[in-house]
């Protein structure tokens, strides 16, 4: 029999989601033992980020409605998509979150006494959680931003980054454009936060939460910071050609298929510019220019997801609009209906559901917190 051979069982195993794995854990002990152990965690993680780099699904995502402080999970698969409530863990009160990762959130609940000295790692497959408590620093006591960083084919552990910076105390105008920021950096491995660089100064306007991890590197809108050298660095930018008639635009961070990705939303002309990061970080090609003068209805971008290198043709936009969720087809130059929100308890006519800094791609994984 296949359960009594171990290794044919592992080896079939691994080739299941982590929900279906959870499940199976109450088939009997030995499974229980096998499936929660570590060595099996980081090698089905392992596996499964393989699998996920050809997979033709479409990804399953997490938003955050807009008007309220609950999310919605939109759930992808062979026979469709399906949209339901996504309820965190019972442990957590009013959770809110901060960051992802390939499977893992960074979280922050609201409730607690000192809700920006306590953020909370969180495994949406199995629902552990760790609460990890942040420095204090007398200097750089306002977070500004926490990003997560996870990625199971370098390491089975995950990082933390913290932006800190001081508390704004100079009424000049000068001083009132910049902070003053400083790195820490949290390891799993060690349990421990370090200060990581030079202190730096940065925009106001600059924002450090939602920062997509690319090459050893957090990127947010304009600049990056090296985790290897702990430096930050500048990207360069974006170019608009020259016939084209933009206006203003919203830029939009996106990593996809192993690659850094820039989209450019212009609403007053209806169109978004999809710009790829060369990986020597010496320019932003510009891949696409798609026109969306045809919809009605005011639009926002949620992601992008690139095809792979064999068929790059495949890539998409995933749109938002008051009451709906839309695939942009690049090959085929259309617009294909996703998800539809009319009916739902949440929707108004007129208004967006979700934004677009809110939404978060949901990755099934057994790795540990």
């Given at each position: 029999m296949v359960t009594d051979?171990?290794?044919?069982?592992?080896?079939?195993?691994?080739?299941?989601?982590?929900?279906?794995?959870?499940?199976?854990?109450?088939?009997?002990?030995?499974?229980?033992?096998?499936?929660?152990?570590?060595?099996?965690s980081e090698q089905h993680t392992l596996q499964q980020r393989h699998r996920r780099r050809h997979s033709k699904l479409r990804?399953?995502?997490?938003?955050?409605?807009?008007?309220?402080?609950?999310?919605?999970?939109?759930?992808?698969?062979p026979?469709?998509?399906?949209?339901?409530?996504?309820a965190f863990s019972s442990a957590l009160a009013s959770p809110t979150i901060r960051s992802f990762s390939?499977?893992?959130?960074?979280?922050?609940?609201?409730?607690?006494?000192?809700?920006?000295?306590?953020?909370?790692?969180y495994n949406p497959a199995t629902k552990q959680s760790k609460k990890i408590l942040l420095n204090v620093d007398r200097m750089y006591r306002s977070v500004l931003g926490l990003n997560l960083v996870f990625d199971p084919l370098k390491s089975p552990h995950y990082k933390i980054v913290c932006i800190k910076s001081t508390p704004r105390r100079s009424f000049s105008l000068c001083r009132s454009w910049w902070r003053r920021c400083q790195i820490e950096v949290y390891e799993s491995e060690t349990s421990t936060w370090k200060v990581c660089g030079e202190p730096f100064l940065a925009p106001r306007e600059l924002l450090f939460d939602h920062g997509i991890e690319w090459k050893d590197c957090i990127h947010w809108c304009g600049v990056f910071f090296d985790l290897q050298e702990c430096n930050i660095g500048q990207h360069p930018e974006i170019v608009v050609p020259g016939d084209a008639e933009t206006g203003g635009f919203l830029q939009k961070y996106v990593e996809s298929n192993g690659f850094l990705h820039n989209v450019a939303h212009f609403p007053t002309?209806?169109?978004v510019m999809v710009f790829?990061?060369?990986r020597d970080y010496s320019e932003w090609s510009l891949k696409y220019h798609i026109n969306l003068g045809g919809a009605l209805a005011p639009l926002s971008v949620l992601s992008y997801i690139r095809g792979d290198s064999e068929k790059e043709e495949d890539s998409?936009?995933?749109?938002?609009?008051?009451?709906?969720?839309?695939?942009?087809?690049?090959?085929?130059?259309?617009?294909?209906g996703l998800v539809d929100f009319e009916g739902k308890e949440f929707y108004k006519e007129g208004q967006a559901q979700s934004t677009v800094n809110r939404?978060?791609?949901?990755?099934?994984?057994?790795?540990?917190?």
């Amino acid at each position: 029999m296949v359960t009594d051979n171990e290794d044919l069982l592992i080896e079939i195993l691994l080739w299941l989601p982590a929900k279906s794995l959870i499940r199976f854990k109450l088939v009997s002990k030995k499974w229980f033992n096998l499936i929660s152990s570590h060595h099996f965690s980081e090698q089905h993680t392992l596996q499964q980020r393989h699998r996920r780099r050809h997979s033709k699904l479409r990804p399953s995502l997490l938003l955050h409605l807009a008007e309220a402080s609950s999310y919605l999970y939109l759930h992808s698969s062979p026979n469709g998509e399906n949209l339901v409530p996504y309820a965190f863990s019972s442990a957590l009160a009013s959770p809110t979150i901060r960051s992802f990762s390939n499977g893992l959130f960074l979280l922050q609940c609201r409730n607690v006494e000192s809700p920006f000295e306590v953020c909370r790692v969180y495994n949406p497959a199995t629902k552990q959680s760790k609460k990890i408590l942040l420095n204090v620093d007398r200097m750089y006591r306002s977070v500004l931003g926490l990003n997560l960083v996870f990625d199971p084919l370098k390491s089975p552990h995950y990082k933390i980054v913290c932006i800190k910076s001081t508390p704004r105390r100079s009424f000049s105008l000068c001083r009132s454009w910049w902070r003053r920021c400083q790195i820490e950096v949290y390891e799993s491995e060690t349990s421990t936060w370090k200060v990581c660089g030079e202190p730096f100064l940065a925009p106001r306007e600059l924002l450090f939460d939602h920062g997509i991890e690319w090459k050893d590197c957090i990127h947010w809108c304009g600049v990056f910071f090296d985790l290897q050298e702990c430096n930050i660095g500048q990207h360069p930018e974006i170019v608009v050609p020259g016939d084209a008639e933009t206006g203003g635009f919203l830029q939009k961070y996106v990593e996809s298929n192993g690659f850094l990705h820039n989209v450019a939303h212009f609403p007053t002309k209806k169109s978004v510019m999809v710009f790829e990061l060369q990986r020597d970080y010496s320019e932003w090609s510009l891949k696409y220019h798609i026109n969306l003068g045809g919809a009605l209805a005011p639009l926002s971008v949620l992601s992008y997801i690139r095809g792979d290198s064999e068929k790059e043709e495949d890539s998409k936009l995933v749109l938002h609009e008051p009451g709906k969720i839309k695939f942009y087809a690049l090959q085929e130059n259309c617009v294909k209906g996703l998800v539809d929100f009319e009916g739902k308890e949440f929707y108004k006519e007129g208004q967006a559901q979700s934004t677009v800094n809110r939404s978060f791609q949901v990755i099934e994984t057994l790795a540990s917190v």
